[in-house]
């Protein structure tokens, strides 16, 4: 019988996280949508919950707490409930760190693990989505081949989280023999060969720096490859960024949906609220109905990776699913706002602009 109840350690999380994305996230979340800047102290707040720091062992200057996709998907949706541009940034050095934990050797761990346990906040990256209208994450154009001892690596990189302000950027690339069909490489950010491009002008997540990455002629050491020779699960890797993006469309959808539903309940039409009209209040149901439902595909899915399971089809399908419902709610939280819900007064035509990305948009974050 498979159960959800989350454990003591699991809610108190939550309820930390939640509180934080309400009291400091939320309010944070308009200002950094018009200036596309997020203020440095409240990083510098959430760096001191230990969401990336806490996971890193301790001989390595964390905390040893256990890694779970399930705690994991909990903490990006609260933090989505805030605001999704924040919790990227919040969250994108797990994208290095992470992997490093798992697959990485106890050379580069101990190289470069200690960077992400830090006092102030680290960035940190990965470059996953290319540039073009075919991108599959199971055929990467990206390429890495052999040269001596060590790899060169070409391609083009997009949407690339805090990508200018990572001291390394880990690039997955088309390795011919990997689990997957794809390596991991550490790339430093003045590797002879990598440009980073000017920052991206994105539709929506206005607030999180991405960028556009080219890799030419980038050579590599051997001892760039996460694993050596053993390398990385890119299967396990995708399973667990998909978890992530499906865990923080639900915080999106969720957001839309319980301030539509404090609006309807609030805003009178004909001297009642308007929630109690049957179109409004069946169409808040719906919404209710899709939010639990995306929850319960995405915890599903990061169940199976705790138990160490191939979650690529339910990732796959929690991340499609979540993709399509967060855009249905954000869009019906517009429409129950009305004229309202067009204007910037109201989070809702934000949330809807942020929801749009997750039909497009992979390995920005990961659990």
């Known amino acids: 019988m498979v159960s959800f109840d989350l454990s003591e ?8 996280v939640a509180a934080f994305a309400r009291d400091e996230v939320r309010p944070a979340a308009r200002m950094a949508d018009e200036s596309g800047a997020i203020p440095p102290a409240l990083i510098a707040k959430s760096w001191d919950l230990g969401l990336v720091r806490g996971a890193i062992p301790e001989q390595f200057g964390g905390y040893g707490d256990t890694r779970s996709a399930v705690t994991g998907a909990i903490v ?9 541009s924040i919790a990227i940034h919040m969250l994108a050095p797990r994208l290095a760190a992470y992997p490093l934990i798992e697959f990485g050797s106890d050379e580069q761990r101990a190289r470069l693990l200690a960077g992400f346990a830090r006092d102030e906040f680290a960035a940190g990256s990965a470059a996953l989505m290319e540039p073009r209208f075919d991108f599959d994450v ?7 081949a052999r040269a001596g001892t060590g790899y ?3 391609g083009a990189k997009c949407y690339v989280p805090l990508g200018a302000e990572s001291e390394w950027i880990l690039v997955y690339a088309a390795c011919g023999s990997e689990a997957g069909g794809a390596a991991g490489f550490i ?16 539709m929506g997540l206005k607030g999180l720096a991405t960028y556009e990455v080219t890799l030419e002629n980038c050579k590599l050491g ?3 490859r996460i694993g050596g020779d053993g390398g990385l699960n890119f299967t396990r890797i995708v399973g667990q960024t998909r978890v992530a993006a499906a865990a923080m469309a ?46 319960l595909l995405t915890w ?34 517009v429409q129950t706002l009305g004229g309202h819900g067009y204007i910037r007064e109201h989070p809702v035509e934000l949330f809807l602009r942020n929801a749009r990305g997750f039909a497009v948009l992979e390995g920005l974050a990961t659990v």
Not at 76 to 84: H, I, M, S
Not at 138 to 144: E, H, K
Not at 265 to 270: C, D, G, L, Y
Not at 303 to 328: F, I, P, S, T, W
């Open 9 to 16: 350690e699991q809610t108190m999380i939550r309820d930390t």
């Open 76 to 84: 990006a949706e609260e933090l989505a409930f805030g605001d999704l």
């Open 138 to 144: 199971a055929d990467l154009a990206t390429r890495a």
């Open 152 to 154: 060169v690596l070409n």
């Open 187 to 202: 790339v430093p950010r003045a590797a002879p060969g990598l440009v980073v491009a000017a920052r991206e002008r994105n």
């Open 222 to 224: 051997a001892e760039a």
């Open 250 to 295: 639900t915080g999106v959808a969720r957001a839309a949906y319980e301030y539509a539903r404090a609006y309807a309940k609030e805003r009178k039409a004909f001297g009642v609220p308007i929630a109690t009209k049957q179109a409004i209040a069946f169409m808040l149901a719906e919404m209710a109905i899709e939010v639990d439902a995306m929850r």
């Open 300 to 333: 599903e899915a990061a169940a199976r990776l705790d138990r160490g399971e191939d979650a690529l089809k339910e990732g796959y399908q929690a991340r499609n699913y979540a993709a399509q419902a967060a855009l249905v709610v954000t869009d019906n939280a």
